[in-house]
């Protein structure tokens, strides 16, 4: 029997199984902007030159932090890119990374990387150390809300 509007929609949804990926993404007590970029990465709905010239806007390509200019996608600048390439080493050479920030751990990344590509745009700049700092300081953040 349907009483109220929501036990209706529960009733006709289709409810389709919840992948892995998408499990890992949405981890409980990360903040939702930091699991909102890794969201956006993953639809490929940041507004980088690969996904704007999909989108009919021509632009010329080139990646703002690279010595030998290469073009901007999201697989170089969140993996490719020098800068990228040294922040994932540090992280993956320390796995030693127990429980929830197994899954934390890379969305944070992919967000300092994120916050520090935006910065660079806008005219400031972000050290590898600031950027290390910030991602530790989320993951102690999320230990903290985790196990207070």
Request: aromatic fraction near 12%.
């Amino acid at each position: 029997m349907v009483n109220s509007v929501p036990s209706a929609w529960e009733k006709i949804r289709k409810k389709n199984e919840v992948s892995w990926f998408y499990h890992q993404m949405w981890t409980k007590k990360l903040q939702f902007k930091i699991a909102f970029i890794l969201w956006r990465v993953w639809k490929q709905k940041l507004p980088m030159d690969d996904v704007l010239a999909r989108m009919g806007i021509s632009i010329v390509s080139i990646c703002r932090y690279c010595s030998q200019p290469q073009q901007e996608t999201l697989e170089h600048i969140f993996l490719a890119e020098d800068y990228a390439t040294t922040v994932w080493k540090v992280f993956t050479d320390a796995a030693d990374i127990q429980g929830p920030f197994v899954q934390a751990a890379p969305t944070i990344r992919l967000w300092q990387l994120w916050k520090r590509m935006n910065t660079v745009v806008h005219g400031g700049t972000m050290s590898k150390a600031k950027v290390l700092y910030d991602i530790n300081m989320n993951l102690v953040q999320l230990a903290k809300l985790k196990y207070p």
